[in-house]
């Protein structure tokens, strides 16, 4: 009878320790991590990447390339990995026809760039590289200079902040004769403002045209804007100026293509 009490009693006890034992909870699995971009396409080495801009004008150091008219723009760039690049661009203008010296056929712009960009130090870049301007067209016939245009340039730039030189190698620089030594400095900001997706864009550049009696096309520019990245789309609303003097920049359609300007654009990368 004593074994039988004994043998319910640490039956009971088991049973009561069984109970405050707390279950086996499974492990919650720790999220998936979000899938990686897909890397760019490449060829030879070089990344292929690329943009397509619409714009209500075409701003090019703070003059409109298309009398204050919309612009369509693409660009493809190719990059390596150890930092050499080459790029086409091609935007519409009008500013060859709107300046009323004939009858040519340059509607259109093409940029071909390329050179080197040295990642020397964290957030610090080292750009140099030469860019040719083209405007494809007869100019036989009529009173100017071929435009199209070749520069080489220096760049240095630091974070959200970038300073380049540029500089006319070719004779003519962008129509106007024996301007070779002409030059481009400018100072360019793209300040994030912190989380929000906003970044603040601010410019000053100095246009100075070498040769004898070219100084009144020498002028200062400047551009303060706000851009943010939407879905994919980057939208960009900027106010320009540039010190433009009239009897130098006042096409026949009697518009000064620099002073104050407001443009918005919108760009998709890919």
Request: charged share 15%; net charge neutral; aromatic share 12%.
């Amino acid at each position: 009878m004593r074994l039988r009490s004994i043998l319910s009693f640490v039956a009971a006890l088991c049973g009561s320790l069984q109970a405050q034992t707390p279950p086996v909870v499974a492990p919650v699995a720790a999220p998936a991590p979000a899938p990686a971009a897909p890397a760019p396409p490449s060829f030879l080495g070089f990344a292929v990447t690329g943009t397509a801009t619409l714009g209500s004008q075409y701003i090019f150091r703070g003059l409109t390339q298309t009398d204050g008219r919309p612009t369509v723009q693409a660009e493809i760039d190719l990059a390596h990995a150890d930092g050499w690049y080459l790029s086409l661009a091609s935007s519409n203008i009008s500013w060859l026809a709107d300046a009323g010296v004939g009858t040519i056929s340059a509607g259109v712009e093409v940029d071909v760039f390329g050179g080197y960009k040295w990642a020397f130090a964290k957030d610090w870049t080292l750009d140099i590289g030469a860019i040719r301007y083209l405007y494809p067209g007869d100019y036989s016939h009529v009173s100017i200079t071929s435009p199209n245009t070749t520069e080489g340039y220096l760049g240095l730039s630091y974070s959200w902040a970038s300073l380049k030189y540029s500089r006319v190698l070719s004779a003519g620089n962008f129509g106007v004769a024996k301007a070779d030594g002409s030059s481009y400095i400018d100072l360019s900001l793209a300040i994030p403002l912190g989380e929000s997706g906003w970044t603040v864009l601010a410019h000053g550049g100095k246009t100075t045209y070498a040769g004898t009696g070219n100084s009144p096309l020498d002028y200062t520019d400047y551009k303060l804007g706000l851009a943010k990245e939407i879905k994919g789309y980057t939208f960009a609303l900027a106010g320009t100026n540039a010190d433009t003097k009239d009897v130098a920049y006042k096409n026949p359609l009697g518009n000064n293509i620099g002073k104050s300007r407001v443009t918005l654009t919108i760009t998709k990368a890919f």
